[in-house]
Structure formats: C-alpha cells, structure tokens
C-alpha cells in the first residue's frame, strides 16, 4: 500500500492495522520516504539481516583466507620482512617520534 506522507499523518491509527497485514509505504514528494512495518515484520527482517558477531566473521574470513595466510606466514619465516637487511638495528632505532620544542 501507498499512501502520501499526509494522508499517514490523518490516517494513523488505520495504517498501523493495516501494516499487521502489508507494509506501508509512505511517499514525500512522489518517493518513497518511509515504511510502516509491524513488528512482527521488522523483528522477522532484523532477524535474518544477516548480522553476525566479530567473532563469527573472523571465522568466517579465517575460514576463506586460512591458506593464503599460512602461505604468507610461512614465506615470511623463511625469507623474512623484505627490507628487514636495510633498517638499522632495533638498539639504534628511535622508540618514539622526537618532539620539538
């Protein structure tokens, strides 16, 4: 169902009942600006949004790019940081940036 953004402010109580049965689409300037779910719908679309924990898309890419990463760890364990040879010594290398006064 469409309706005009006035037409939902006059007709309120009626679209809430009938967003139990359909969304209401409420238009501005001939768009569409705003749906009027129940709650039921918008519990249901929240629910299968697809949101998932840090914790599962870390898995979830470990999972993708477990291979590629051993791959990376390993060459880096037998030929080291490229450059590493051209940086100087970690005892001459600065802790942290100089400030100037």
Not at 24 to 51: C, M, P, W
Not at 71 to 77: E, G, L, S, T, Y
Not at 83 to 101: I, K, Q
Request: aromatic share 8%; hydrophobic share 40%; with cysteine.
């Amino acid at each position: 169902m469409r309706v005009t953004a006035t037409e939902a402010k006059n007709r309120f109580g009626s679209l809430c009942a009938q967003a139990k049965r359909e969304p209401v689409f409420v238009e501005k300037a001939g768009h569409i600006d705003t749906v009027i779910l129940s709650a039921e719908q918008y519990l249901s679309l929240q629910a299968s949004s697809g949101k998932s924990t840090r914790a599962a898309r870390k898995k979830a890419f470990e999972a993708e790019f477990g291979d590629w990463i051993e791959a990376q760890n390993a060459r880096f364990d037998a030929l080291g940081i490229p450059g590493e040879d051209l940086r100087p010594p970690a005892a001459a290398r600065p802790t942290a940036f100089p400030t100037w006064s």
